[in-house]
């Protein structure tokens, strides 16, 4: 154990290496870029929808006014679609980002 923080620190820098060759790797493609910021703006603008829902199911819930504890059960059935929607952007960014990766694994190198 007594090396421990030596492999530790060796890890690091061995997973630092790899994520720069990565980066490096698919800098050259702005069109997988493009798409992943693309997925992200969508991604944050179904969440900033969800923060403006949440704050009104609680206002609503807050006023214990009936109508608005009714308006509440719509409010919850767009959070949970959103919810939803959330859950599949993130799957196909997922899979997006595995797709490019792989593919350029398979792309020969360029070497220098």
């Known amino acids: 154990m007594a090396n421990t923080p030596t492999n530790s620190s060796s890890n690091k820098k061995k997973l630092k290496q790899q994520a720069k060759q990565d980066s490096e790797d698919v800098n050259g ?48 059935q767009e959070l949970n679609g959103n919810i939803s929607k959330v859950v599949s952007l993130y799957s196909d960014l997922s899979s997006n980002f595995s797709t490019a990766f792989h593919n350029d694994d398979e792309q020969p190198k360029n070497s220098d």
Do not use: Y
């Not at 870029?33 to 609503?60: E, H, P, T």
């Open 29 to 76: 493609d702005p069109e997988i870029w493009a798409s992943f910021d693309q997925s992200f703006k969508q991604v944050q603008s179904v969440l900033d929808r969800n923060r403006v829902l949440i704050q009104q199911v609680n206002d609503n819930h807050q006023s214990k006014i009936p109508h608005n504890m009714v308006e509440n059960v719509a409010l919850i």
